[in-house]
């Protein structure tokens, strides 16, 4: 029996035509509402949803990308206590800088970003400049610079 696929199904994706075992198709498929039989009018009705779709995911990995543009364009300052130098020049910070300060920092800018988006790749723990990576989803990634400095 030829179907379409509704839901993503082992290696089958929503919109995929396959021929499967009629007693799959009807005893387990259909039934579930995973998939739907391949008529003329049904392949039809689904390729149209489907390019709405892939419009509409365009459209929001555009917006995405645009997103991405504007956060790598600011400059985050977060002021932290300190402790002295040490031998080699540097100051430690007490504790590190987490994602809610991150987070905070961001919405300050006008950026809502959920703190478990932000990545920060090293812990922060030191004064200085260090990378951090914002996944906005759909495969964007906005990466960003942040600078850790003492309060005075």
């Given at each position: 029996?030829?179907?379409?696929?509704t839901e993503n199904v082992e290696n089958n994706k929503v919109g995929d035509i396959k021929e499967v075992a009629?007693?799959?198709?009807?005893?387990?498929?259909?039934?579930?509402?995973?998939?739907?039989?391949?008529?003329?009018?049904?392949?039809?009705?689904?390729q149209k949803?489907?390019?709405?779709?892939?419009?509409?995911?365009?459209?929001?990995?555009?917006?995405l990308e645009e997103e991405k543009e504007k956060l790598e364009k600011i400059s985050l300052e977060i002021k932290v206590e300190a402790g002295p130098e040490d031998?080699?020049?540097?100051r430690k910070i007490f504790?590190?800088?987490?994602?809610a300060e991150i987070q905070e920092t961001l919405l300050e800018k006008?950026?809502?970003?959920d703190k478990k988006e932000i990545e920060v790749l090293n812990p922060i723990k030191e004064l200085?400049?260090?990378d951090?990576?914002?996944?906005?989803?759909?495969?964007?990634?906005?990466?960003?610079?942040?600078?850790?400095s003492p309060i005075k």
């Open positions: 029996m030829k179907v379409i696929f009629d007693g799959y198709a009807r005893n387990f498929l259909l039934k579930q509402g995973m998939a739907v039989i391949a008529t003329d009018e049904e392949i039809e009705k689904i949803e489907l390019t709405k779709l892939q419009q509409e995911e365009e459209k929001k990995i555009k917006d031998e080699e020049g540097t504790g590190s800088v987490t994602n006008g950026f809502d970003i200085g400049v260090h951090i990576h914002i996944k906005l989803g759909h495969g964007v990634i906005a990466e960003l610079k942040i600078k850790v």
